[in-house]
T-cell receptor, first 110, second 113 residues
């Protein structure tokens, strides 16, 4: 089992819809969770971090964490074509290293 | 404030050649990292440096060496390049600003023929 798993996609949603991106992780003691966005040919940039169970909202983005289920998700409300990118889930493991999932490609259609 | 810079942006090598990828950050961060990104594999940690003077292996260190030259600079060396090292290489840095965020450089696209 990979340490951090994501559906590779592509996930296609119409403009204005909610995009839901999911991530599971295997290290039960992980405490820090991150979502990075990566446009094609560019470097990853952090969009959300979450450290405790529940929801964390920032503008159109909501990160959700459920440590009991070892599950973290990212919701993008009112999706825009400019949100089309690959979204990388990252988890800091017990050894302190950041482990990335393979990324989910999101396509928002006008 | 340039953030994290990397040179070169593109490089083509022949099998067996050597080269060094350079990385520098101007955010006064203690920690620096080298990742490689391959299609469908996400980002994989090659080496990292938690502070000036220390380096440690990541998930895929074979075939690479690193040097933390000072607090700003962290270089990655390929001594004898192999086609399996064809990848995009990202340098990142982080400092404790309350978020433990890693900031990435623009990447180096390396092709080994």
């Amino acid at each position: 089992q990979k340490e951090v798993e994501q559906n590779s996609g592509p996930l296609s949603v119409p403009e204005g819809a909610i995009a839901s991106l999911n991530c599971t992780y295997s290290d039960r003691v992980s405490q820090s969770f991150f979502w990075y966005r990566q446009y094609s040919g560019k470097s990853p940039e952090l969009i959300m971090s979450i450290y405790s169970n529940g929801d964390k909202e920032d503008g159109r983005f909501t990160a959700q964490l459920n440590k009991a289920s070892q599950y973290v998700s990212l919701l993008i409300r009112d999706s825009q074509p400019s949100d089309s990118a690959t979204y990388l889930c990252a988890v800091r493991n017990q050894g302190g290293k950041l482990i990335f999932g393979q990324g989910t490609e999101l396509s928002v259609k006008p | 404030n340039a953030g994290v810079t990397q040179t070169p942006k593109f490089q083509v090598l022949k099998t067996g050649q050597s080269m060094t990828l350079q990385c520098a950050q101007d955010m006064n961060h203690n920690s620096m990292y080298w990742y490689r990104q391959d299609p469908g594999m996400g980002l994989r940690l090659i080496y990292y440096s938690a502070s000036e003077g220390t380096t440690d292996k990541g998930e895929v260190p074979n075939g690479y060496n690193v040097s933390r030259l000072n607090k700003r600079e962290f270089s990655l060396r390929l001594e004898s390049a192999a086609p399996s090292q064809t990848s995009v290489y990202f340098c990142a840095s982080s400092g404790w600003d309350g978020t433990d965020t890693q900031y990435f450089g623009p990447g180096t696209r390396l092709t080994v023929l």
